[in-house]
């Protein structure tokens, strides 16, 4: 069986495991890292949402052997570690306008945002209520006007 | 003695024998006050699965329907709750009313989710915005009784009369400055067998933790990635486990063409034949879902494999009552409405999902469930084993709105791990939950009312529905009133219907029945159950009968509406929301009352219906008119945790957009075409109102109402009655584009799950 290396939350990872099993199941299955939520496995619900050297991707939708032994995948687990600090300031943020219900949507709402508010400050302008109509990720719970005024706030920080 | 908040009230509380303090108070206390510990339940009783001897055995523990609060030696306490957490903060609600009575902090008190016991009977069901509304009181009760059992041990230790004695913020003060931790007093202050002890509640009017806004407990596990759910938990040798399900629903196998080929696919360990279809277990999902797809089945028929929801509509109406209009004097006029609700899918995020570890002689089970105890007794009878021998953990789950009453996945896990003999981490599939999980019935309304020009002299509603499956069995309060209802052989769904629909305005002769047709989908009921649809039928017939009265549909409910209590949120809403201010073309404002579970509340919100918002273009998914604002006032009596509350009006809000405008499951040959988000249109953030403000009234009870359910049927009804306005087209179809040509290409039935993506890569930004 192929073996695949990669680096996870700042770590090196290998596992044995046919190319075509979405890096989804490899996180969750085989290493255990259960801070991506399985919601639909079809790219849309994005409960799943993780960093791929920097930018929001869907590990549902990408096969491990498309993952290269360089790539640096990020978590929600390592998040907080990517700017030195207990927690990164969207993760604050929605701590402080306690955004949270059932929580299961939140860790791939996290990190989209997190991704979403670089992608606009590297646009050079502030985020607003049409780039928050873009967001795709599903909250069964109904969390989004929370979500909202949390991007906004750490937007600020960030 | 009438509690006017600032007596302290004298009870009875219980000591049980446990190396540290461990107090208790009898669950029934808050719903039958004058028969607290009676036990024996009045409901029908599946006696196959569970007799009165059964029950008398466990009546006889020392435990027996009671709650118990531990207080550690580190000076916390701890509470195993009998309810379901599903997001909706009522263990940090129950965090807070321990901490009250205690004297402890927030954060120093412990929240589990309690095993199935089954001793409680019908006392651990989850439903109904029940859970505090019947916990506030014993819990109160057990926690005051500890802290009365931490004085008295230090007042003794100190000479001391324990009326002379205070606590504050985890510590007994005494009268000349002496201190004690409880932590200190806990192993002291533990029984050695079970009594009572008197003890009595905080007065209302003392409390500084009840009341304040207070953020959720579990909140920095969930932004962590640390909080665990079901499919998180690690439970040794669980592999992970899905299952093909057939093409209709309930169909079942007659063969498989390929069982040992799929048996040998890479990852796979196990291929076993089950009663909903066949089972896989392996290594990852992934490579279950590609064994589902490879599996060569033979199926045979389901329980409803031709019909549409043309068909279901058709049933339905040779079904309903016929609406009878009353002998009136002369000028008075009738008006009639119709409205028809499709169907709705309740699949949280979370999947179905449990793990079982079924063994020759006891099974383990853990899963989200909110009527635990039938499970477990449900699971016994399937697996064979006694009660005792199966063991039934609640797990934190990840949404619930209705789907986790039923334990669908639990007894399938069980099935399954039987059959394999071996554990499993059973999850469905997104589309499977879609497809064959469980779905809000479809249902049509209609409504008679006379009028003249000032008043309105009756009011009749007929609900006729798909038939509602509540075989998870009762709530103690549900099953107790269901018995006291008038004669005739009322069905459970008719007593649920009578107990929670009313028509809350002074409308003469009132008349609301249902009628049920017994179909064979997949249903259950949806957060708020019957409430959204009969109240927005009504609420937009308040509109109607407003606009004939000459009246404005705000002031008009204010006249009709019965309490002045009532009438407060409806101004509150109204003021903050500027009723009646100019609105441009193709906008409008729409308002809306409901009142359930001891609590009042109203909406209003103001609707873009213009071409150039419903034509606004988003990739896979719909978008239609837009809520812009909604603003909700909320009185649930007591409010325990008002950031909770407001939490739960907004994702009543959300939801009741979606029911108005754009979700629902399209039934084709007896099975929903949905089967992915991006198919099923629940609220997204390119419809959520970009203004949202909820309004907590200050306390109008000793007690606390209901809140998880609360916040949907007036959204729901506001925005319907916006909607009419701002197009002068009253709706009468559930949601407003159900009937629109499909907004997606549905998800092949064959095979049965969709692949995953693969470009997600290229997607990334």
């Known amino acids: 069986m192929p073996q695949h290396t990669f680096i996870v939350n700042g770590e090196q990872v290998s596992v044995d495991v046919p190319d075509d099993v979405r890096l989804l199941w490899v996180l969750r299955d085989l290493l255990g890292i259960h801070g991506p939520k399985y919601g639909c496995g079809l790219e849309v619900c994005r409960a799943c949402t993780s960093h791929i050297n920097?930018?929001?991707?869907?590990?549902?939708?990408?096969?491990?052997?498309?993952?290269?032994?360089?790539?640096?995948?990020?978590?929600?687990?390592?998040?907080?570690?990517t700017v030195g600090a207990d927690l990164h300031p969207m993760q604050q943020a929605w701590l402080d306008l306690d955004v949270a219900q059932c929580g299961y949507c939140q860790p791939g709402q996290i990190m989209t945002a997190v991704a979403k508010v670089r992608q606009i400050h590297a646009e050079g302008r502030e985020i607003t209520d049409a780039d928050l109509d873009e967001i795709r990720n599903i909250c069964r719970c109904g969390t989004y006007v929370r979500i909202r005024e949390a991007i906004k706030t750490a937007a600020a920080q960030m | 003695m009438k509690d006017d908040g600032t007596s302290r009230r004298r009870f009875l509380g219980y000591l049980i024998a446990a190396p540290t303090l461990v107090a208790a108070a009898d669950l029934a206390v808050a719903a039958h006050p004058e028969a607290a510990g009676a036990a024996v339940p009045s409901a029908p009783e599946p006696a196959d699965l569970f007799d009165l001897g059964d029950l008398l055995v466990l009546a006889s523990m020392p435990t027996s329907n009671k709650i118990a609060i531990q207080i550690n030696t580190d000076s916390t306490a701890s509470f195993a709750l009998p309810r379901a957490e599903v997001g909706q903060g009522i263990s940090t609600a129950t965090a807070m009313i321990i901490a009250e009575e205690l004297d402890l902090a927030v954060e120093n008190v412990h929240i589990t989710l309690a095993d199935a016991r089954p001793e409680l009977v019908f006392n651990q069901l989850t439903g109904g915005s029940n859970s505090i509304r019947s916990i506030y009181t014993p819990v109160r009760h057990a926690a005051a009784t500890a802290r009365q059992r931490l004085v008295n041990t230090a007042a003794k230790n100190w000479k001391v009369s324990p009326g002379t004695c205070t606590t504050s913020n985890g510590v007994v003060n005494g009268p000349s400055g002496q201190h004690a931790s409880y932590g200190s007093l806990a192993v002291q202050a533990a029984a050695s067998q079970t009594t009572t002890l008197p003890a009595t509640l905080k007065p209302t009017s003392k409390f500084d933790v009840i009341g304040k806004a207070q953020s959720r407990l579990d909140a920095h596990d969930i932004v962590t990635g640390r909080k665990t759910f079901v499919m998180d938990m690690d439970v040794p040798n669980a592999l992970p486990t899905m299952v093909c399900r057939p093409p209709t629903i309930n169909g079942t196998v007659k063969s498989v063409a390929n069982l040992a080929t799929v048996q040998a696919m890479p990852g796979i360990t196990d291929v076993a034949i089950v009663s909903t279809g066949v089972a896989v277990r392996g290594a990852t999902f992934g490579q279950c879902i590609d064994a589902v797809d490879a599996l060569n089945v033979t199926w045979g028929p389901g329980t409803e494999d031709s019909k549409s929801d043309a068909d279901v509509l058709a049933e339905l109406r040779k079904a309903e009552i016929p609406l009878l209009v009353p002998k009136l004097g002369l000028g008075t006029k009738t008006i009639d409405g119709d409205f028809v609700f499709y169907f709705r899918s309740n699949s949280p995020l979370e999947t179905n999902a449990a793990i079982a570890d079924v063994r020759a002689d006891s099974a383990e089970i853990w899963s989200p469930l909110k009527s635990p105890i039938v499970a477990q007794e449900t699971i016994a009878l399937k697996l064979g084993l006694g009660i005792d021998k199966v063991k039934v953990h609640v797990i934190s789950s990840g949404g619930s709105f209705g789907r986790h009453l039923f334990f669908d996945a639990a007894l399938e896990a069980a099935e399954i791990s039987k059959a394999m003999g071996k554990p499993v981490k059973l999850m469905w599939h997104r589309t499977d939950d879609f497809r064959h999980g469980r779905t809000h019935p479809m249902a049509t309304n209609r409504v008679r009312a006379s009028y003249n020009a000032n008043n309105v002299f009756s009011f009749e509603q007929r609900h006729t529905s798909v038939s509602t499956d509540f075989?998870?069995?009762?709530?103690?309060?549900?099953?107790?009133?269901?018995?006291?209802?008038?004669?005739?052989?009322?069905?459970?769904?008719?007593?649920?219907?009578?107990?929670?629909?009313?028509?809350?305005?002074?409308?003469?002769?009132?008349?609301?029945?249902?009628?049920?047709?017994?179909?064979?989908f997949h249903t259950g009921s949806m957060r708020n159950i019957y409430s959204p649809d009969v109240r927005t039928a009504q609420e937009l017939m308040i509109d109607q009968l407003a606009l004939r009265m000459g009246r404005d549909p705000y002031q008009f409910r204010h006249t009709f509406l019965k309490s002045a209590r009532s009438r407060a949120v409806l101004d509150k809403v109204a003021q903050v929301g500027n009723w009646g201010r100019a609105m441009a073309p193709g906008t409008a404002q729409g308002i809306a009352f409901h009142t359930e579970y001891k609590g009042v509340c109203a909406c209003l919100v103001e609707i873009d219906c213009t071409p150039a918002t419903v034509n606004r273009p988003i990739a896979d998914g719909v978008t239609g008119p837009r809520v812009t604002k909604a603003v909700f006032a909320v009185d649930v009596g007591l409010p325990i945790n008002p950031r909770g509350l407001e939490a739960q009006m907004q994702g009543g809000i959300m939801d009741g957009i979606a029911q108005?405008?754009?979700?629902?499951?399209?039934?084709?040959?007896?099975?929903?075409?949905?089967?992915?988000?991006?198919?099923y249109y629940y609220t997204r953030q390119w419809n959520v109102p970009t203004d949202v403000q909820v309004i907590v009234m200050p306390a109008t009870s000793q007690s606390p109402g209901g809140a998880g359910e609360f916040g949907v049927a007036a959204s729901m009804a506001a925005v319907a009655c916006a909607y009419a306005r701002a197009t002068g087209t009253m709706p009468t179809v559930f949601p407003i584009n159900h009937l629109d040509p499909l907004g997606f290409t549905p998800i092949p039935l064959v095979p049965p799950l969709p692949q995953s993506p693969t470009d997600g890569l290229a997607n990334a930004f």
């Open chain 1, 54 to 81: 920097g930018k929001a991707f869907n590990p549902c939708a990408v096969p491990v052997g498309d993952v290269a032994p360089t790539d640096e995948i990020t978590t929600i687990e390592g998040l907080a570690a």
């Open chain 2, 471 to 520: 075989t998870h069995g009762l709530g103690e309060i549900l099953s107790a009133m269901a018995a006291k209802l008038p004669e005739g052989n009322l069905g459970f769904s008719e007593s649920i219907f009578e107990l929670t629909q009313t028509t809350p305005y002074n409308f003469g002769i009132t008349t609301q029945l249902l009628n049920e047709v017994d179909l064979g």
């Open chain 2, 660 to 679: 108005t405008l754009t979700s629902s499951l399209h039934f084709k040959n007896g099975i929903p075409l949905e089967g992915s988000w991006d198919n």
